[in-house]
């Protein structure tokens, strides 16, 4: 099958005019001008006018399962109010609530170019629908609080449904489901240390919040504050972190493993941000999200020059306003104007695969990489730079493949 367009954008070169994508199976296997493709006789082209056909989007950080909680909070609330109030409406939810959640939004992501899902939920109910949803996913079972027989329990038991998942192939190769928790300072360094050996195991990077805002760096700082007080009603005491920032308390007790997936990261200094690039991490970063907590503004540039890898996600529905990653793109863009488009795209796509451990068959169109792409209706002006039509313009999803099926046409 060939799928041709006004032109199609790799992420590994120029835009191709009147470009095409072949596809054998699940792989890319031709991508080059229509005029230069080997076409069989039987071989059906497909042709989408005033389109660019692009790599599809990766969401590298989202919570699905609280997509029943759009527009319910206000923003600009302190965070540990916020979250004080999401535990609140958590306890009103059935678990019919968060499967529709998660079942409309993997349709409002793919509707908006998404083909690549970093979904974490607590429920675990993720792990259980994704192998039967199109959608490429990575589900993770978020877990937090004390040290409880309990919570070690729901853990194992956890890590037992996977094992035994994997085993007998109830997940596709396009589902990896994994585990963690929520941030530090939500559970003891005791049960941190047993999630990670046990996720260690999995072929998922290992994922958690880190250094979102100034309540959480005052919880480091001073072991007090109203965040340390809601952890303290909802999960147990949290660490004395003996006034280190997030960073250096975690890499002195060797927590941040290598390639791990840290999230935010809103909090950093020279010297934090040095030591994390040693640890080859990457960084997703959620603009909107930030916006809507008034956090501070997310150091890019310090990532940058440090090599760090950043690629974006959307937070939850209990923040933001739906799960587009072009949207994010554009308020990354409004934020750092100076920043070429070309370069913001790659945050969504190049960036995402690398910071999944998927460089290789992710976030560009080559062949032998998977069949993950989208076209998007845009009708170029050559005036214009295409990437900033992209990034800055509206325009809808023309059609979606994800792991070589057509499932948004």
Same mark, same amino acid.
């Given at each position: 099958m060939i799928y041709k367009a006004d032109y199609v954008i790799t992420m590994a070169g120029p835009p191709i005019k009147d470009g095409a994508v072949k596809i054998r199976g699940n792989r890319i296997s031709e991508v080059r001008s229509i005029s230069q493709m080997t076409i069989d006789n039987d071989e059906e082209v497909k042709v989408f006018k005033d389109t660019i056909i692009m790599p599809g989007l990766i969401n590298a950080h989202c919570h699905l399962e609280l997509g029943y909680a759009r527009g319910l909070f206000p923003p600009g609330e302190a965070f540990s109010m916020?979250?004080?109030r999401v535990e609140k409406? &958590?306890?009103?939810?059935? *678990?019919?609530d968060y499967e529709n959640a998660i079942r409309l939004g993997i349709m409002e992501s793919i509707?908006?170019?998404?083909? #690549?899902?970093?979904d974490v939920g607590k429920t675990g109910l993720n792990i259980k629908i994704f192998p039967d949803e #199109?959608? &490429?996913? /990575? =589900?993770?079972r978020e877990f937090s609080g004390g040290e409880t027989n309990l919570n070690y329990q729901q853990f194992d038991e956890q890590i037992a449904y996977i094992s035994e998942g994997s085993s007998s192939f109830l997940f596709p190769d396009k589902c990896q489901p994994?585990?963690?928790i929520r941030s530090p300072y939500t559970c003891s360094e005791t049960f941190f240390r047993h999630v990670l050996t046990r996720q260690n195991n999995l072929r998922v990077p290992f994922s958690f919040h880190l250094s979102e805002g100034q309540e959480e760096e005052g919880l480091y700082k001073t072991n007090s504050g109203q965040l340390h007080d809601f952890c303290e009603r909802n999960f147990g005491t949290p660490p004395d972190f003996q006034g280190k920032n997030p960073v250096n308390y975690l890499l002195e007790r060797k927590l941040i493993p290598q390639k791990t997936l840290l999230v935010h990261c809103n909090v950093l200094d020279v010297k934090s941000a040095s030591r994390l690039a040693e640890k080859n991490v990457s960084i997703a970063h959620c603009p909107r999200s930030s916006d809507f907590f008034e956090h501070p503004e997310f =150091? /890019?540039?310090l990532c940058y020059n440090n090599n760090i890898n950043v690629c974006l996600g959307t937070e939850s529905m209990a923040c933001n306003e739906d799960l587009s990653l072009f949207e994010e793109m554009h308020m990354f863009r409004s934020k750092y104007p100076h920043v070429d488009c070309s370069e913001v795209l790659k945050l969504? #796509?190049?960036?995402g695969a690398r910071a999944l451990g998927m460089e290789d068959s992710l976030g560009k169109l080559l062949p032998g990489y998977l069949a993950d792409f989208i076209g998007i209706t845009i009708k170029h002006d050559p005036a214009f730079d295409m990437f900033d039509e992209i990034v800055c313009e509206e325009h809808e999803v023309a059609m979606a493949m994800? *792991?070589?099926e057509e499932v948004l046409i």
């Open positions: 916020w979250l004080a409406s &958590r306890k009103e939810q059935l *678990d019919e509707h908006s170019g998404t083909t #690549t899902l970093f #199109t959608v &490429r996913s /990575f =589900p993770v994994s585990v963690s =150091p /890019f540039e969504a #796509t190049v960036n994800i *792991d070589g």
